[in-house]
């Protein structure tokens, strides 16, 4: 129980030490300088993005599934590889088989949670008609 409080908690922090850098970035929204190229190029402002949240949401949540399927990818290697030097032991095989069971679920959790995701960002973009 402590192992799995510790294995949570860790993923958590480093979910916020991945996050924090990139609200960083967004909140900076200078356009890395477009604008002002755009305006020098068209003598017109640029258009404005009145409603950048449906496109935060996406780009946030598409990272986060992202590398979530990374880390069940992973987990699926080390099973599989602990499969291989089981050397015909068959607890080590069990646990290998779990493992792999599990990476498959986790990963499949992670399609449907795009597959909604996406229809909800979706549904934002074309509320705000940002979309």
Do not use: C, H
Request: hydrophobic fraction near 55%; aromatic fraction near 6%.
């Amino acid at each position: 129980m402590r192992r799995r409080f510790s294995i949570i908690l860790l993923t958590l922090l480093l979910g916020v030490a991945l996050a924090t850098p990139l609200a960083a970035a967004l909140a900076q929204g200078d356009g890395y300088g477009l604008n002002e190229t755009y305006t020098a190029a068209t003598g017109e402002q640029p258009p404005s993005n009145p409603d950048p949240l449906p496109q935060t949401l996406g780009l946030i949540i598409n990272w986060t599934l992202g590398l979530l399927g990374f880390v069940f990818l992973m987990l699926m290697i080390v099973a599989g590889i602990e499969w291989m030097t089981a050397g015909g032991n068959e607890e080590k095989v069990t646990k290998a088989k779990t493992m792999i069971n599990a990476a498959i679920a986790g990963l499949i959790v992670i399609f449907i949670s795009y597959a909604l995701a996406d229809a909800i960002v979706a549904a934002l973009s074309v509320a705000s008609n940002t979309g």
